[in-house]
């Protein structure tokens, strides 16, 4: 069975009806553009080197409808993966009356083996739709000669659709391996991947996933700023990880203001993409993770952390009474 039938199948037998590529209308597009009539100069250089009938560089049969279209499902995809996510961690995080309250507003079975399934699940639509997406853009830019698919899959990073950046697919494989840290729960979560391991390096800290159609995703938890395992990490919305302090650091903010204060100017310090620190996302479940994998390390860490946050706290309450007494 070809991919996109096996991609059309999952998508029927998902439990809930979720957004999905339409694979086989982008493939008739990219048809459409074949059977389409060219600049003569264009065919005669075609003719001269295969009998195939495609277009060139920039297509305007396809290039109106084409990258439109699939932007919008993958914008639709990676929503829809990210507030689900956002949801299922929510609830596994969540302790006493809070949790009482999440099941009980909740719809279905929120079991702790209903989770894992849901996790799961989640995982796998984001993979395949990752997947769907790469093979229809290296298809466009088969038909046409070109790179443009290459360079809508940058401009997708830069716009936080490429989904296997989503900060929450590294949360949901923390969670599998918080789940596979348990004895209590560790049959039920080994189904969860297929090979999802937390690996260290000479001392640097790397998420490793094998994933469907042999794709796979390697997460560095090495601070960039700091150079350490990162401490509290946080993901900005470009995607990179870092230590919360550093961030901090990084945004020119203190820990007081935290980084919703940033000023949209601030720059990501590996991409230099603007406006990235006020949406960043603290991940609770890596940093559970990385807290048992390395215990030693992370009781050292904490308690440099206390202190510094300490003294930064004092910098920064002091420095507001002198404003206030105008010292």
């Given at each position: 069975?070809?991919?996109?039938?096996?991609?059309?199948?999952?998508?029927?037998?998902?439990?809930?009806?979720?957004?999905?590529?339409g694979?086989?209308?982008?493939?008739?597009m990219?048809?459409?553009?074949?059977?389409?009539?060219?600049?003569?100069?264009?065919?005669?250089?075609?003719?001269?080197?295969?009998?195939?009938?495609?277009?060139?560089?920039?297509?305007?049969?396809?290039?109106?409808?084409?990258?439109?279209?699939?932007?919008?499902?993958?914008?639709?995809?990676?929503?829809?993966?990210?507030?689900?996510?956002?949801?299922?961690?929510?609830?596994?995080?969540?302790?006493?009356?809070?949790?009482?309250?999440?099941?009980?507003?909740?719809?279905?079975?929120k079991?702790?083996?209903?989770?894992?399934?849901?996790?799961?699940d989640?995982?796998?639509?984001?993979?395949?739709?990752?997947?769907?997406?790469?093979?229809?853009?290296?298809k466009y830019?088969?038909?046409?000669?070109?790179?443009?698919?290459?360079?809508?899959?940058?401009?997708?990073?830069?716009?936080?659709?490429?989904?296997?950046?989503?900060?929450?697919?590294c949360?949901?494989?923390?969670?599998?391996?918080?789940l596979?840290?348990?004895?209590?729960?560790?049959?039920?979560?080994?189904?969860?991947?297929?090979?999802?391991?937390?690996?260290?390096?000479?001392?640097?800290?790397?998420?490793?996933?094998?994933?469907f159609?042999?794709?796979?995703?390697?997460?560095?938890l090495?601070?960039?700023?700091?150079?350490?395992?990162?401490?509290?990490?946080?993901?900005?919305?470009?995607?990179?990880?870092?230590?919360?302090?550093?961030?901090?650091?990084?945004?020119?903010?203190?820990?007081?203001?935290?980084?919703?204060?940033?000023?949209?100017?601030?720059?990501?310090?590996?991409?230099?993409?603007q406006?990235?620190?006020?949406?960043?996302?603290?991940?609770?479940?890596?940093?559970?993770?990385?807290?048992?994998?390395?215990?030693?390390?992370?009781?050292?860490?904490?308690?440099?952390?206390?202190?510094?946050?300490?003294?930064?706290?004092?910098?920064?309450?002091?420095?507001?009474?002198?404003?206030?007494?105008?010292?």
């Amino acid at each position: 069975m070809k991919f996109g039938k096996k991609y059309e199948a999952y998508m029927r037998g998902m439990e809930a009806e979720l957004p999905a590529v339409g694979i086989k209308r982008l493939k008739k597009m990219l048809k459409t553009c074949r059977r389409s009539p060219r600049p003569s100069a264009a065919a005669a250089a075609d003719d001269a080197t295969s009998s195939d009938r495609r277009c060139t560089g920039h297509c305007t049969v396809c290039d109106g409808s084409f990258f439109p279209s699939l932007l919008n499902e993958m914008s639709a995809v990676v929503g829809c993966f990210n507030e689900k996510a956002k949801k299922l961690l929510e609830l596994h995080l969540a302790s006493g009356l809070k949790k009482y309250t999440m099941c009980f507003t909740s719809k279905g079975d929120k079991s702790h083996g209903r989770l894992i399934q849901q996790g799961k699940d989640l995982v796998t639509y984001a993979i395949i739709n990752a997947v769907v997406m790469r093979k229809i853009l290296k298809k466009y830019d088969k038909i046409h000669y070109s790179k443009q698919g290459q360079e809508f899959k940058a401009q997708a990073q830069s716009l936080h659709i490429e989904i296997l950046q989503s900060p929450w697919l590294c949360e949901l494989m923390a969670f599998y391996m918080n789940l596979r840290r348990s004895k209590k729960n560790k049959a039920a979560a080994m189904e969860l991947f297929g090979d999802c391991s937390l690996v260290f390096d000479d001392d640097r800290p790397t998420l490793s996933c094998n994933l469907f159609d042999s794709m796979r995703v390697d997460i560095s938890l090495t601070c960039s700023i700091c150079l350490d395992t990162v401490f509290d990490p946080v993901s900005l919305s470009c995607g990179h990880i870092f230590c919360y302090l550093c961030c901090c650091s990084a945004a020119s903010v203190t820990i007081v203001d935290g980084l919703k204060s940033a000023d949209h100017k601030s720059k990501c310090p590996l991409c230099r993409q603007q406006g990235v620190f006020p949406d960043a996302m603290h991940l609770d479940e890596l940093n559970m993770l990385l807290s048992h994998s390395c215990p030693e390390y992370w009781e050292k860490r904490m308690q440099l952390e206390r202190v510094e946050r300490v003294r930064l706290a004092k910098e920064h309450w002091e420095s507001q009474c002198r404003a206030f007494l105008g010292i």
